[in-house]
């Protein structure tokens, strides 16, 4: 094995010796290779084949290699391998909490001075700052949007609109499930976090008003128990009657074939399903934003904050490292990322022409819609216990039937009260 | 048990321990006792380390939200290991001693079959599983329709009632194996002379199990049954494939190992908390030494033994 | 032959029983390589049907694999990893687990207690420690550096189960070997050892199992391309294409193959190891 990997050095090494002498006259300083950590592992073809390219185009002397870990292993990997010193020089960022954690431990390099920041809105950078804004330490790469996508096929078939207010969310359901040929909506509660995300943060906004509702709850002004929040659980609870016969077993990949086999009608979602959706299904698809209550009112929708890329503060390579983030944040790669993985909306302020339609249809909302993002991300989860994890278990305890939203409500609200100041 | 050899310095015994005792304790001993250490600090949000003695252990059980995961994840562990006490062990002997039936043909293909689940990944068997009870699918219940038990059916692995049960059961599946293997070496183990002594008193095949075989392997069930309970009180694998690190549906399958994980790696928004972690470890580490001491001071001392 | 014939009914229950088990037990095998070789429609269709026919037999989930991953590369490294590893955990195990059951020193007992620490405490705890070690001792992205954590991770499980089977070994023959001028070295690898190799072959396939099957340890101290492990592939694999169910159960056939056919090859040793035990005992 020493042998095998000695001579595969000997190998490196001479292949690299013939390529620095073809390029002797560009090449200046060595090349220098970076890595990125991330949990996308789904879009490792679209960085090798897309996004990567087109950056070694213009950088011959820097090499990017994408290096994913699955997002159930990334956080205890990517601890492991910064404390033992051995993660990539790029780190993908998860908004918030956690990636403000890694820059407080001196995982994460402070970017403040990088120009491609001054490329986004105070509101994208949030994310991805200290709570007194002083530092950034990510560049922010892209958001999602909540909602819901269906099978127009379908709903041509059964001749039935796209719904505006929540009543006529819930005829529709109920069309569709007296036809009986389409499971009306497609989602199980085995994983658990789609309950809370595709749920209870799809169509939560609308009854908390957005903004006001998160801030007031970080304020300390509202708490979970406040009826705004304990409706949409109620709204939620009402979902079970038309999900697949036994739902609460039904993982996030069998949703997924459900519906692009044509199987379901309504999939509550987010765009971040479109290109996978795209390849597989054979069918129409359409969008529509979370149901507002009354027809008229003003519609909210969950905008988050998903990704954003940050430097490890002990990479070897800093210089190179900066260059790369710098790109991250050009036109460039918004255009080539947006429309290479529709349903990743580029944050920067560039302007960026979407292919996709369904992707257009997401990002239309923006116009006609006040923003928001899951309530549970800022501030609110850093405590123990983390108010998003309790969110996932107790959304899909109500979609089962086995809590009521009332205890539901209570529960998250006890245990932010149990360790967030503003809240006791 | 072996002769007592007095002699004054037996240079052997230290070349037949060193090379494991060296390997272990650097690359095995060393970091876990690092790691365990770990209970009695506690850092602030920039990585600094401070001693706070047992604070953490007062947490753990003084706090409900800490004691209350901590205990359900105790119960649910026992259930797991009481299940594979009283259905995989006795399967695991039954087809051993099938195995090692005399006349029996075809011994090595069943033996071999029969090992196959236990040589797959968690990952698969996991998938596996999910994909066979999976309600979506319809694999089981178009074979109980099959068999008339249609109404039978239900997503066993969603419902907090069935969930833990159904993944102890699709444990069993995949390490009965272990037993049926270790158990079949020591039935082959038992002398031919011994048995065809029995048979010419007349003692019938069950009698000759229950009397004669069953007793010269019951140190090899004490074994097994010891195995099993670290096994079961170490598990984590299967359950965080199948259901992830928050051990759903409302954690009626949480068991420590997954109640550990979570807490020491964290998961997603959740970060991970070392030093509770460690807490959390160390008690698991104190069940099964407490286990394996009852073995080994008690049972394994009173276990009369044959040498063959 | 009177004998077998009056266990004519017991055999046929036997067989019955056997039979009915293994069913269990490759059931849900079968049925991930038959649907790796059907359209994911076919899959969802009719999931117990043969892989027959017209928009049903289909081959895109191997090409999806063989395009995107080096399977026979990660194979390779799994078993270098488990073959390195099996090695010293049996050499370094049986010569330890002897020492502890052949003779008695102060301290045997705990330093059985000690040697067995290892079994009551998921390795994976020490993650960190054994990050740094490797790093340190510049193995990291390595294949060694798995075969050292393997080795220590499965001593404990080995010395536990074999002083257990040494004890066994009659102290007639053992005596009588000393009392002809036999080295304690000859007694172990000539007499000890052979007697048995039946718990060592059943010890060997054990310890094989959670090497080649660990995900963990390959995703922190070996995650490159060159060492990355078949186990670390098709898990990186499912997770990347999580839907795409055909290329998932091709995956997964191409990761269960070699392990039977490597476990048809020890089998044999197996049986062979146990039965020429039990001759002898």
New interface residues.
């Given amino acids: ?2 042998k095998q ?1 000695i001579q ?1 050095g000997l190998l490196v090494a001479g292949a690299s010796a013939i390529a620095l002498g073809l390029s002797a006259g560009t090449a200046s300083a060595q090349d220098v290779t970076l890595t990125i950590e991330s949990w996308r ?2 879009d ?2 679209i960085w090798r084949d897309t996004i990567i390219p087109a950056f070694e185009a213009q950088h011959p002397n820097i090499n990017i290699e994408f ?7 990334y ?3 990517l ?3 910064l ?4 993660a990539g020089d790029l780190i993908t960022c ?1 908004p ?3 990636a403000l ?1 890694l820059y ?3 995982h994460l390099a402070q970017l403040n001075d990088l120009e491609g920041l001054n490329s986004f809105s105070d509101v994208a950078k949030s994310a991805w700052q200290t709570d007194d804004g002083s530092a950034t330490f990510c560049m922010p790469m892209a958001s999602v949007i909540h909602g819901f996508i269906y099978n127009a096929d379908a709903f041509n078939e059964l001749g039935i609109e796209a719904p505006e207010t929540e009543e006529e969310f819930f005829a529709i359901l109920d069309v569709i499930a007296e036809d009986g040929g389409y499971i009306p909506l497609v989602m ?6 789609e309950s809370a995300t595709m749920g209870y943060q799809n169509i939560g906004p609308n009854y908390w008003a957005g903004e006001d509702g998160r801030l007031g709850l970080i304020a300390g002004d509202h708490a979970m128990t406040d009826s705004q929040f304990v409706e949409p659980f109620a709204t939620l609870a009402r979902w079970s009657d038309y999900l ?11 949703s ?3 519906f ?2 044509g199987r379901g009608a309504i999939y509550p979602s987010g765009s971040w399903e479109i290109s ?1 959706f795209n390849s ?1 299904a054979d069918f129409e698809m359409g969008a529509f934003r979370p149901p507002v209550q009354n027809a008229g009112d003003t519609c909210y929708i969950n905008d988050h904050t998903d990704i954003a890329l940050g430097m490890n503060a002990a990479t070897e390579h800093p210089d190179e490292a900066r260059v790369f983030l710098e790109w991250v944040g050009s036109p460039e790669f918004a255009e080539l990322y947006s429309n290479s993985l529709p349903g990743f909306f580029s944050l920067s302020n560039h302007a960026i022409s979407l292919e996709d339609p369904l992707a257009q249809e997401f990002i239309s909302w923006r116009e006609q819609c006040e923003e928001t993002i899951r309530s ?2 800022q501030i609110l ?1 850093r405590g ?3 108010l ?2 309790e969110m ?2 107790v959304s ?2 109500v979609i ?1 039937g ?2 009521t939203p009332e205890e539901a409500a209570t529960q998250l609200q006890d ?1 932010l009260a ?1 360790w967030y100041e503003p809240q006791q | 048990m072996s002769t007592p050899h007095r002699r004054p310095f037996r240079f052997h015994i230290i070349v037949f321990l060193a090379p494991a005792t060296i390997v272990y304790t650097l690359f095995m001993i060393w970091p876990l006792a690092d790691t365990l250490r770990l209970s009695f600090f506690d850092a602030d949000s920039a990585g600094v380390r401070s001693f706070v003695g047992t604070e953490n252990y007062e947490t753990l059980f003084g706090d409900e939200r800490w004691s209350s995961q901590f205990w359900n994840a105790f119960v649910n562990n026992f259930i797991f290991f009481a299940i594979h006490m009283a259905v995989q062990n006795p399967i695991g002997i039954m087809l051993a001693a099938l195995l090692s039936m005399p006349a029996l043909r075809l011994r090595n293909t069943y033996r071999t079959m029969l090992f196959m689940p236990t040589l797959l990944s968690v990952v698969i068997v996991g998938f596996i599983w999910q994909l066979i009870l999976s309600p979506i699918w319809g694999v089981s219940s178009s074979i109980l329709d099959a068999i008339g038990l249609g109404s039978w059916f239900a997503p066993w692995l969603g419902l907090e009632s069935s969930a833990l049960v159904t993944l102890s059961l699709i444990s069993v599946w995949q390490y009965v194996g272990i037993p049926m293997l270790l158990i079949y070496a020591a039935l082959l183990a038992i002398p031919d002379e011994l048995i065809d002594a029995a048979h010419v008193d007349g003692t019938s095949g069950w009698n000759i199990f229950w009397k004669i075989k069953l007793p010269l392997i019951l140190p090899t069930i004490g074994v097994i049954s010891i195995l099993t309970f670290v096994g079961n009180f170490n598990a984590f694998d299967l359950i965080y494939a199948v259901k992830g690190a928050l051990a759903g549906p409302n954690f009626s399958t949480d068991i420590l190992g997954t109640f550990l994980y979570r807490t020491f790696f964290g998961q997603q928004l959740q970060l991970g908390d070392r030093y509770m972690g460690a807490t959390v470890a160390t008690m698991m580490f104190l069940i099964i030494l407490t286990g394996v001491c009852l073995y080994l001071f008690v049972i394994q001392r009173r276990m009369q033994r044959y040498e063959l | 032959m009177n004998k077998a014939r009056r266990n004519l009914p017991t055999l046929f229950a036997a067989h019955g029983i056997l039979l009915a088990y293994t069913l269990l037990s490759v059931f849900p095998v079968i049925l991930i390589v038959i649907n790796s070789l059907k359209s994911r429609r076919a899959i969802f269709g009719d999931p117990l049907g043969l892989p027959v026919g017209e928009g049903v037999f289909d081959l895109v989930g191997y090409q999806t694999v063989l395009q995107n991953a080096d399977f026979l590369g990660y194979f390779a490294n799994s078993l270098i990893v488990t073959l390195g590893a099996l090695f010293f955990v049996l050499v370094a195990g049986s010569m330890a687990a002897f020492a502890l059951a052949e003779y008695r020193f102060r301290m045997n007992t705990l330093m059985a207690l000690y040697l067995a620490l290892g079994i009551m405490i998921p390795i994976r705890l020490g993650t960190i420690g054994i990050l740094e070690l490797v790093v340190n001792l510049g193995l990291i992205n390595t294949l060694w550096a798995l075969i050292l954590v393997y080795t220590a991770q499965g001593l404990p499980l080995t010395i536990f189960i074999l002083s257990e089977f040494m004890r066994t070994v009659s102290k007639e023959l053992k005596d009588a070997a000393r009392v002809d001028g036999l080295s304690e070295y000859r007694i172990f690898f000539q007499l000890a050892l052979p007697l048995v190799r039946p718990a060592v072959a059943t010890v060997a396939v054990f310890t094989m199992i959670p090497i080649w099957n660990d995900l963990w340890f390959p995703l922190i101290l070996a995650p490159g391309e060159e060492t990355k492990t078949i186990t670390l592939g098709a898990q990186q694999f499912i997770g990347q294409f999580e839907t795409n169910w055909n290329a998932i159960l091709a995956a997964l056939t191409l990761a269960i193959v070699p392990v039977l056919v490597l476990y048809a090859i020890f089998s044999r040793q197996l049986v062979r190891g146990i039965t020429s035990g039990a001759v002898k005992g």
Avoid: V
């Fill in positions: 094995m020493l990997s595969r592992n789904d490792l073809g290096a994913p870990t699955a997002p159930t292993e956080n205890a990997a601890n492991a391998r404390e033992g010193g051995t998860r918030f909490d956690a954690a407080d431990l001196g199980g509660t085995a994983d658990q976090w697949a016969p036994g739902y609460e077993a039904q993982s996030y990949p069998d997924q074939n459900l692009t086999l996978l597989q549970g991300h989860s123990t216990p983390n998003w994890n996932w278990g899909a305890n089962n086995t809590m245990g149990s």
